[in-house]
């Protein structure tokens, strides 16, 4: 168990809906990173957050969207669903923003049908 | 052509063989490396983090860092069943996020 937790577990939705995933760090650690995982993309980084405040956008589509509250939790938002968009969301956290080790979430699995 | 390539496997094994993983990058930028192991629909478990060049040691566990070729390595020794996962390569550099690169992972299976 890395102490990063993930809900909900799984996620069904039709198409064009809206879904919120979230995300609670490690005690202690302030970033958390979002990231997709699909059968043909591999895992790729989405966003990063550091202390409430965002710090890096990778290859997130504007339908994507996140936040990083007060009390350090993340909530990565997803609108207009497609059916591209089916694929397990990773949160991972790490104590600061440097070159610390990021620990892993379970992940929320996504289908859009 | 990716930053990060990885041999998607499957590899196959005997119990107790010693297994070699590999990635090769193409971004010299990259000073940070990772191993994580994925079982099936799981979330990454982080195995070793290695900072530039070298080899770090953990147990059955060796990573080792050859800058100048750009490729890194993950040595299990004693592999047991339980190792049957995939194996994922990440990278990252000093930039104002340190996100991680990933291999697409190579599938490990370990015989008994």
């Known amino acids: 168990d890395s102490g990063v937790t993930q809900t909900p577990k799984h996620l069904i939705t039709a198409t064009g809906q809206r879904v919120t995933l979230r995300c609670s760090p490690r005690?202690?650690?302030?970033?958390v990173y979002w990231y997709q995982q699909s059968l043909d993309q591999g895992l790729q980084f989405l966003i990063h957050?550091?202390?409430?405040?965002?710090?890096a956008k990778g290859n997130i589509l504007e339908r994507f969207s996140a936040q990083q509250f007060p009390d350090l939790h993340s909530e990565l938002n997803l609108s207009s669903l497609e059916l591209g968009d089916s694929a397990l969301y990773f949160c991972?956290?790490?104590?600061?923003?440097?070159?610390?080790?990021?620990?892993f979430g379970p992940g929320t699995r996504l289908t859009v049908t | 052509q990716k930053e990060v390539e990885q041999d998607p496997g499957p590899l196959s094994v005997p119990e107790g063989a010693i297994v070699s993983l590999n990635c090769t990058y193409s971004?010299?930028?990259?000073?940070?490396f990772m191993w994580y192991r994925q079982y099936s629909r799981k979330g990454p478990e982080l195995l070793m983090y290695?900072?530039?060049?070298g080899n770090k040691e953990d147990g059955r566990f060796t990573a080792q860092v050859d800058k100048s070729s750009k490729y890194i390595s993950l040595f299990i020794r004693d592999s047991q069943p339980s190792d049957s996962a995939t194996y994922l390569c990440?990278?990252?550099?000093?930039?104002?996020?340190?996100?991680?690169?990933f291999g697409s992972g190579t599938r490990l299976l370990v015989r008994p």
């Open positions: 005690s202690g650690d302030l970033s």
């Open positions: 971004n010299s930028a990259f000073q940070y």
């Open positions: 957050y550091y202390n409430g405040e965002e710090r």
């Open positions: 990440a990278m990252s550099w000093m930039d104002s996020s340190y996100k991680l690169i």
């Open positions: 290695t900072y530039s060049s």
């Open positions: 991972a956290s790490s104590v600061g923003s440097g070159p610390y080790e990021q620990y």
